[in-house]
């Protein structure tokens, strides 16, 4: 049984409690859980304590005026600036193209569950995700973004990447070839195009989305 420390960040008691009652049925992990209802106390236990994974609400209500953050999404910007942080599960009902691409590519979430029915039961997959160094989205979430993201649409420097990636390169290395071919990128640029290529193919891992880019015949 893995020890997890996890910051649960909801403002709705009853979806807190439920999350709460979910984590601890697992078997598979044993979750020291600190759950707070605003940004800002948050942000308190943050710098107080090393947690592993935060689950957080994006829209939060409540203390706004005692602090610096009014929201979910400002916390998570402030993490995203952070040299090292804890894995982010999103936990949301806002399903908006705008905001899950904002919170996906430049908030760099690590996963991001939309609010329903079946949430409850996509928690514990997204933090097996997570913990291995994968991401995870709700299946409604993926839909929204892969019908924005067109695979025709993809330019030189995606393809660049996949090959680099099906060569074995490491993230600092595909920088440097993408130095080499004057499209210069830093490597947190680079992982976010990763992130963004993996939702277009509905890749789990860096293997599976290049098997699905060649079967697409975006690399060969």
């Known amino acids: 049984m893995k020890a997890i420390k996890l910051l649960l960040v909801e403002d709705h008691d009853s979806v807190s409690l439920g999350i709460q009652y979910s984590l601890k049925q697992e078997p598979s992990y044993s979750f020291d859980i600190k759950a707070t209802s605003d940004a800002n106390s948050a942000f308190n236990e943050l710098k107080n304590n090393d947690f592993d994974i935060v689950i957080l609400d994006l829209i939060l209500k409540g203390k706004i005026d005692r602090g610096q953050f009014t929201s979910g999404d400002e916390l998570l910007s402030y993490l995203s600036k952070l040299e090292y942080r804890p894995k982010v599960i999103v936990m949301s009902k806002i399903d908006s193209f705008d905001m899950l691409d904002y919170v996906v590519s430049v908030l760099d979430a690590d996963a991001y569950i939309l609010k329903s029915k079946t949430s409850l039961q996509e928690i514990i997959p997204a933090i097996d995700a997570v913990l291995s160094g994968d991401n995870f989205f709700s299946d409604s979430i993926k839909k929204i973004l892969r019908y924005n993201e067109n695979l025709l649409d993809m330019d ?11 060569n074995g390169l490491k993230q600092n290395e595909i920088a440097e070839e993408l130095k080499i071919k004057r499209y210069a990128m830093t490597v947190s640029a680079i992982e976010k195009r990763i992130k963004k290529l993996k939702i277009r193919f509905d890749a789990h891992t860096s293997p599976h989305l290049i098997a699905l880019a060649i079967k697409n015949g975006i690399i060969s």
């Not at 030189?156 to 099906?166: C, E, W």
Request: overall charge positive.
């Open 156 to 166: 030189i420097v995606d393809r660049i990447i996949l090959k680099a990636i099906s």
